[in-house]
Every structure is written in C-alpha cells, then in structure tokens.
C-alpha cells in the first residue's frame, strides 16, 4: 500500500506530565505520524524546529519564557509550511482567538483532550500539507529496525524478519538502559552515544538510541555496566536504570513497562546511585506508615512545634526509603502539609503573609523536584521558614501580650493587686503566668509591681500633702509596716528619709 512522508509532531508544554499523555495517546506510527521532540516553552521550540523539521507543531497557549500566540506568530512568520494545534484551557479563548488569525488549524481543550480528538485535528493539518500524502490508515508493512523497535516497546505484535534482526543485534542478549536526562533535554546528548559507541564497539555490543533509552545487545553485560557507571561520575546531572537480561526481542513491551519504567521511576528515591539495577533495591520493600495528620494538627494548635515538625521530617525521611511509593503521591504528600502549616498558621493569627505568598513558589519546587532529596530539602527550607514566621509572629504577639500586662498592672496598683487576679483577668494559668512574665520582661510580677507603687509613693512623699500612713495606702498597701520595708529596699531610704531628703533640696 503507497504511504507518504510520515508527519513530523513537535510536542510544546511547560508540563511534563500533558507532553507525557500526548506521547500515549496514540499509536502514532500506525497513524502516519512520529513525535520528533518535545519543549517545555516556545524558546525552545524554536531551537527543535531548526533541527528537527516538524510538520506540526501541538503547543499550549500558556507557558513561561515564551507562550504558545507569541510561538504561532513566529512559526508562522518564518516557517508557513508549518501547521499549529493550540491547547488550552476553558478560560483562555481570547488567546486562542488571536493565534487563529496568525494560521492554526485547529485548538483542542486540555479537560477534553482524547486519542479521537487529537487524531482528527492532526489529519486536518497534514490535509493542509503537500508532502503528507496519506493514502490510508495503515504505513507500510516494511518497517524500519528503528520502527520495529518503537512499535515493540509500545506493546503491539510485529512480524518481523529474524535474520533481518540478527544482522543488526547479532549477540545472545538484550538489556535496556533508561537514562534520566538533564531539566530541558529531551534526547540523549551525543556524548552518551558516542562513549557507549566509542569505548565498547561493534566487537562486544550493538546499541539502538532512542530519545531516552539504549537497547543494548552482547553476550555479558559487564563491561557496560562499568561504563555507564564511570559516565554517571564524569558526567553530572545524569542518571541511569538498567533492566535484567533477555533474550527474546519479542519481551520487549513487558522488560519496558515491567522492569525499566520501574526502575527509572524509583531512581527518585536514589538519587545517589548514579546506576540502578534491580538487585540493588532494599528487600525486603520497607514498609511506610501514615501520616497522623489529626495528632499533627493538634499538637501544631498547642503550639507544640518542635514536636510536630520533628514528627513531620522523620514521617518524610521515612517515606524516602520506600521506593514504590508512586512519586506524584510523594510530592503532593510533601505540596499538602506545605498547604496545611500555611493554613494552620494564618488561622491561628500568626503573620504569615509572606509565607502563604511563598507557598506557590515552593509547590512548584516540589513538583519539580528530580528526586526525593530534593523534595525533602524543599520541605526543610519551608519549615524553616516557617519556624521563622512563628518566631517573628510570636515576638510580636509576646510584646503585645506584654504590654497588655503592664498596662494593666499600671492602671491598678492601687489596689490589693496579686498575681492571681491578673492571671484571672488574661486567663493565664498563675504559674504559667509568673515564668512568662519573667520571661519576656526584665523583672518578675512582684518586683514590677513594687517599682511601680514606689515610684508612685516617691512623687507624693516629695508633694508632702498626705501622711506616709496615708500614702501606704493609696499606692495599694494595706500593711503600712510593709510598705515601709519594700519603699527602703527599692531607694536605700526610709519614707520619711526620703521626705526629709527631698525637702531639703
């Protein structure tokens, strides 16, 4: 059956987990149609087009650096053989108003986004295009090693040529190298090839690249594995999974799913190996408790901080270790408590404006986040800042609260005041009430109030228009022998020395 040039597809969204869903939606090569590359905004999009020549360019409307109506304006400007899919979301149709005038064919809503929809609008552009010449459903029984591959990893049955295989992988076993690239790659770098091609040869291996994975025929395993090994010392910012051993070509689907996407997925959790096979995984699995967010909340309204922080960072490092646990549960465990402390924290008027602003900017840390460590370590910094926030918060409160008290002290001296009755009065514990005022001023309750009613006997001993006697009683004491001995303690002066001395001046 006659086919045409297979549509090039270049994928642009700042999330990686649509451009993922994009990818497998489809069975793209059945449908005439390969995924080129992928970017996360319209900068780099441009950057791919120079290099890969797509025929269609998928792209959401809103992305960081450069959106997707500023990336169709340029495209189109320069590349008008091009022909642009807009993504978008319900409340962004005056943008993609615009990006009609500049050319699209057509724009798909991210919530109905699905395999028909997508296929429909991706034929309506290479209907738009000479070179794809689609005259059916089906491409060509005669398939590439590349696409036989492709088409394997995807699960679906090929009938392949044997001794056409043989020639390209001539060695007993199979193994799959998955390789964690570096934020903004979306191919191996040709480093990768070209010491894998460079240092193990067509004598021990024979190796099919695809974006981000190695098939790697030969008959022992070794030699590569310390290779990729010293690749992940010299070459920072890279990871790699290796998958058991195989033998039959046609296992390819399940090693993929089974053992590789396994180990790639559980490389966030070690981080500091810079290879994972499987044999290097705990056994057995460590087991993770729940969270007690209940006994978290309450200790956090008792105040109680320290202990519920230290509860929440052992909880974490604990899930750390299991490396099963899917990793979009792990971050938005770690997104959730951020949201919650915020919560709890403004709720409990504390000043934590700066705080809820910042909590934006850490959940798109932790979404971001390529391991658990780094996850972890964006819950510490939150935390910290957080214990900053009380700490600040609680000064102000502690000084407010304070003045408070010695106001209140101020305004009633004068009467048969105890520690007691202000206790009563700001329904404070006594006790707790003694070791905080204590604590947050520079003498105790009674030492406060004492100074106060000396100071207050002092101005009218020297007004000299009332007795002592009297005078005892109006600054709040009822034993006039008492007063007498606190008023000395306090000046060094007997009242009536301290009259006679003031007199005298």
Same mark, same amino acid.
Not at 171 to 191: A, D, I, K
Not at 217 to 230: A, H, P, T, Y
Not at 434 to 446: A, P, R
Not at 463 to 476: A, L, P, Q
């Given at each position: ?29 059945? =449908?005439?149609?390969? *995924? ?19 025929? $269609?360019?998928?792209? %959401? *409307? ?25 993504? +978008?979301?319900? /409340? ?15 724009? $798909? ?6 395999? @028909? ?66 934020? /903004? ?24 690249? %695809?974006? #981000? ?25 890279? /990871? ?16 993929? @799913?089974? +053992? ?29 408790? +729940? ?28 899930? &750390? ?37 910042? @909590?934006?900017?850490?959940?798109? !840390? $932790? ?23 009380? &700490? +600040? ?20 001296? #004068?009467?048969?005041? #105890? ?14 009430? !003694? &070791? ?15 100074? *106060? ?9 020297? =007004?000299?228009?009332? #007795?002592?006697?009297?005078? &005892?009683?109006?600054? /709040? ?18 009242? !009536? ?9």
């Amino acid at each position: 059956m006659t086919v045409g040039e297979r549509g090039r597809v270049l994928i642009v969204d700042d999330e990686q987990l649509i451009r993922q869903g994009i990818k497998h939606y489809l069975n793209w090569e059945q =449908e005439g149609f390969e *995924i080129v590359g992928e970017a996360p905004n319209g900068i780099e999009a441009l950057e791919l087009i120079e290099r890969k020549h797509p025929h $269609i360019i998928i792209t %959401d *409307i809103v992305m960081p650096i450069m959106d997707g109506e500023e990336l169709t304006r340029i495209v189109k400007d320069r590349y008008p053989e091009i022909e642009v899919i807009i993504l +978008s979301s319900f /409340g962004e149709f005056d943008y993609v108003r615009s990006t009609f005038q500049s050319g699209v064919v057509d724009y $798909i809503l991210k919530p109905k986004l699905e395999s @028909k929809g997508l296929l429909k609008a991706l034929k309506a552009a290479a209907e738009r295009i000479p070179s794809l010449q689609m005259m059916d459903k089906q491409v060509s029984a005669d398939l590439s090693v590349g696409q036989i591959i492709k088409k394997l990893i995807a699960g679906y049955e090929v009938n392949f040529d044997v001794e056409k295989i043989s020639e390209v992988f001539p060695y007993r076993n199979f193994c799959l190298l998955g390789v964690v690239l570096q934020t /903004g790659e979306t191919e191996l770098p040709n480093p990768i090839k070209g010491k894998f091609e460079d240092e193990l040869g067509l004598e021990d291996y024979s190796f099919h690249f %695809d974006q #981000t994975s190695v098939l790697v025929n030969g008959d022992d395993f070794s030699k590569l594995i310390e290779c990729v090994r010293q690749l992940g010392e010299s070459m920072e910012g890279y /990871g790699f999974a290796l998958s058991e051993t195989f033998t039959d070509l046609s296992q390819l689907a399940l090693i993929y @799913k089974e +053992s590789l996407e396994k180990l790639l997925n559980y490389r966030f959790y070690f981080s500091e190996q810079n290879l994972l096979m499987k044999e290097d995984l705990p056994y057995p699995e460590p087991q993770r408790d +729940s969270f007690n967010l209940d006994w978290f909340t309450g200790e956090f309204k008792r105040k109680n901080f320290e202990g519920a922080f230290k509860y929440l960072q052992e909880h974490v490092s604990a899930l &750390s270790n299991c490396y099963t646990l899917d990793v979009y549960d792990y971050k938005s465990f770690i997104g959730n408590i951020v949201f919650n402390i915020t919560v709890l924290l403004g709720n409990m008027e504390y000043n934590a404006k700066e705080l809820d602003h910042a @909590k934006y900017s850490y959940f798109k !840390s $932790i979404e971001e986040a390529q391991t658990a460590t780094e996850a972890k370590n964006q819950l510490n910094k939150f935390i910290t800042e957080a214990k900053q926030c009380i &700490s +600040s918060s609680q000064n102000h409160l502690d000084n407010q609260n304070m003045k408070k008290l010695l106001e209140f002290i101020k305004d009633h001296y #004068t009467e048969p005041l #105890t520690l007691t009755d202000v206790a009563k009065h700001f329904h404070f514990n006594p006790s707790y009430l !003694s &070791s905080y005022f204590s604590t947050h001023n520079s003498e105790g309750f009674i030492e406060y109030l004492n100074r *106060i009613r000396i100071e207050e006997a002092s101005k009218l001993l020297v =007004e000299g228009k009332v #007795t002592i006697s009297e005078i &005892s009683g109006m600054v /709040g004491y009822s034993d006039h022998s008492y007063f007498c001995k606190v008023f000395k303690k306090v000046t060094g002066l007997s009242p !009536s020395q301290y009259r006679r001395k003031q007199n005298t001046r």
